[in-house]
T-cell receptor, first 113, second 111 residues
Framework: ETGVTQSPTHLIKTRGQQVTLRCSSQSGHNTVSWYQQALGQGPQFIFQYYREEENGRGNFPPRFSGLQFPNYSSELNVNALELDDSALYLC????????????FGSGTRLTVV | DAKTTQPTSMDCAEGRAANLPCNHSTISGNEYVYWYRQIHSQGPQYIIHGLKNNETNEMASLIITEDRKSSTLILPHATLRDTAVYYCIVREQGGSEKLVFGKGTKLTVNP
């Protein structure tokens, strides 16, 4: 049983650019959630995808968007990057309705300069 | 906003029990208490969850008060590898599946 894999592990982008982060969910899981974690803070919910559709969104602007693919993997896209977007981006997969079975990846560290 | 309140930091001696408290005074009847931990530079790791009964697994024990307004996570024999930030989260089972994290408790296990 493989866990959640995220790529890349680290990324440096310039303000105004666009970025795509990728996540492969754990085998058997059908739901993917994305979280943003600023330094010294707890993770903040961005959105969740289930059956390839957005299924809940946190307080993030529309320039944060995502996709889920038929194999349940997912992408997080951020347009028009701002300095405050610098953070650790975490992907978590789960089996919908199971409740406790969130498995997190190790995250992508994004630095915007 | 997070529905839980936790101490910012705690220390524990290696080999001793670590007792991490959490207040969730506004918890509703269908909300569970979840505990996750995050070791530096890794994603959060699920530890345990419960509704109203005490729970135990291979990692920890969860003690929930009778009025469900607070709980305690117990690591029975803390090791250096248990040094991490511990998050207490209340979440409705079957509802929105998002996790609302607070700032958690930074537990430092000392040799």
């Amino acid at each position: 049983e493989t866990g959640v894999t995220q790529s890349p592990t680290h990324l440096i982008k310039t303000r105004g650019q666009q970025v795509t982060l990728r996540c492969s969910s754990q085998s058997g899981h059908n739901t993917v959630s994305w979280y943003q974690q600023a330094l010294g803070q707890g993770p903040q919910f961005i959105f969740q995808y289930y059956r390839e559709e957005e299924n809940g969104r946190g307080n993030f602007p529309p320039r944060f968007s995502g996709l889920q693919f038929p194999n349940y993997s997912s992408e997080l896209n951020v347009n028009a990057l701002e300095l405050d977007d610098s953070a650790l981006y975490l992907c978590a997969s789960s089996l919908r309705g199971q409740g406790y079975g969130y498995t997190f990846g190790s995250g992508t560290r994004l630095t915007v300069v | 906003d997070a529905k839980t309140t936790q101490p910012t930091s705690m220390d524990c001696a290696e080999g001793r029990a670590a007792n991490l408290p959490c207040n969730h005074s506004t918890i509703s009847g269908n909300e569970y208490v979840y505990w996750y931990r995050q070791i530096h530079s890794q994603g959060p790791q699920y530890i345990i969850h419960g509704l109203k009964n005490n729970e135990t697994n291979e990692m920890a024990s969860l003690i929930i008060t009778e009025d469900r307004k607070s709980s305690t996570l117990i690591l029975p024999h803390a090791t250096l590898r248990d040094t991490a930030v511990y998050y207490c989260i209340v979440r409705e089972q079957g509802g929105s599946e998002k996790l609302v994290f607070g700032k958690g408790t930074k537990l430092t296990v000392n040799p």
